[in-house]
């Protein structure tokens, strides 16, 4: 079974400065796909980005982009000139490429939440 | 677009009494599911669904009820409400071919067991 960690329960970040949110996991798998979703105040789970693993180049969406390291199963979110509309939870999460029975599902860390300091 | 509709937003029940969270998507995704959403435990399945009258248990099933007999309603049942189930519900949907493709979740449902 898969398993993702998010080591930092909480973070916190100057406005208009880079925060960099840590996110490993544990696959036997090859491929799959991996997610960041922020859950603000209102609760809704947005999505950030997400990456192939088939894909060497790191995903990068406006102010957000990843550090994808297959080999040491690493999937870290990097949010340049925070703002504070940044604040929110954030989850890691994992989707196995295999199609199956039960493999649509994701497995999600255990969140980071992201404070914006004025 | 609608997308995901859960049903109700908050709600507050006793001990032992039923009730069914109501999950309706527009999308003819044939992946739904039922996560719950606890403090320091991050998003945890309960069932999920591949289709039309085929579902199967997640992470934390028990004292869960589900049921699909429609491509768009995936409904989950409490079938006697104990205070461990106190948490925010959300219902997912998505696409089964096409991994890259993002589950699409509803607002969530806070339930509160007295």
């Known amino acids: 079974a898969q398993t993702v960690t998010q080591s930092q329960p909480e973070m916190s970040v100057q406005e208009a400065e880079t925060v960099t949110l840590s996110c490993t996991y544990d696959t036997s798998e090859s491929d799959y796909y991996l997610f960041w979703y922020k859950q603000p105040p209102s609760r809704q789970m947005i999505l950030v980005i997400r990456q192939e693993a088939y894909k060497q180049q790191n995903a990068t969406e406006n102010r957000f982009s990843v550090n994808f390291q297959k080999a040491a199963k690493s999937f870290s979110l990097k949010i340049s000139d925070s703002q504070l509309g940044d604040a929110a939870m954030y989850f890691c999460a994992y989707r196995s490429e295999v199609l199956g029975f039960g493999n649509e599902k994701l497995t999600f860390g255990t969140g980071t939440r992201l404070t914006i300091i004025p | 677009n609608a997308g995901v509709t859960q049903t109700p937003k908050f709600q507050v029940l006793k001990t032992g009494q039923s009730m069914t969270l109501q999950c309706a998507q527009d999308m003819n995704h044939e992946y739904m599911s039922w996560y719950r959403q606890d403090p320091g435990m991050g998003l945890r399945l309960i069932h999920y669904?591949?289709?039309?009258?085929?579902?199967d248990q997640g992470e934390v099933p028990n004292g869960y009820n589900v049921s699909r007999s429609t491509t768009e309603d995936f409904p989950l049942r409490l079938l006697s409400a104990a205070p461990s189930q106190t948490s925010v519900y959300f219902c997912?949907?998505?696409?089964?071919?096409?991994?890259?493709?993002?589950?699409?979740f509803g607002d969530g449902t806070r339930l509160s067991i007295l």
């Open positions: 669904s591949v289709g039309a009258g085929i579902t």
């Open positions: 997912a949907s998505s696409w089964r071919q096409g991994g890259n493709q993002p589950q699409h």
